[in-house]
């Protein structure tokens, strides 16, 4: 399931003022850590997005394979994708 821009932004709130309420950290800026954080969350959704185009690329070589039904593309999406990741160490 993929995030909106402002399901980040109320996800990264909810955190860091949960972790400020517990003592866990302590800032004089919080909007300064939580813009932070947001952005954080957001480069790494976009590392996933990146790597998803990468293998519909991939995928779209092999369309005429895809589309007599040699290959499944969601079967062949995945694998792709968890190769991918693997090779460059991103965690999904």
Same mark, same amino acid.
């Given at each position: 399931?993929?995030?909106? !821009?402002?399901?980040?932004?109320?996800?990264t709130?909810?955190?860091?003022?949960?972790?400020?309420r517990?003592?866990?950290?302590?800032?004089?800026?919080?909007?300064?850590?939580?813009d932070?954080?947001?952005?954080?969350?957001?480069?790494?959704?976009?590392?996933?997005?990146?790597?998803n185009?990468?293998? !519909?690329?991939?995928?779209?070589?092999?369309?005429?394979?895809?589309?007599?039904?040699?290959?499944?593309?969601?079967?062949?999406?995945r694998?792709?994708?968890?190769?991918?990741? !693997?090779?460059?160490?991103?965690?999904?």
């Open positions: 399931m993929r995030l909106t !821009r402002d399901q980040v932004e109320a996800i709130q909810n955190l860091v003022h949960a972790l400020i517990e003592g866990t950290i302590s800032t004089d800026e919080p909007g300064a850590v939580i932070r954080l947001a952005a954080v969350f957001r480069d790494d959704l976009a590392v996933e997005d990146r790597l185009e990468e293998v !519909r690329e991939i995928l779209e070589k092999h369309n005429e394979e895809i589309s007599r039904g040699d290959i499944d593309y969601q079967e062949m999406f694998k792709i994708k968890t190769k991918l990741a !693997r090779e460059r160490k991103i965690i999904l």
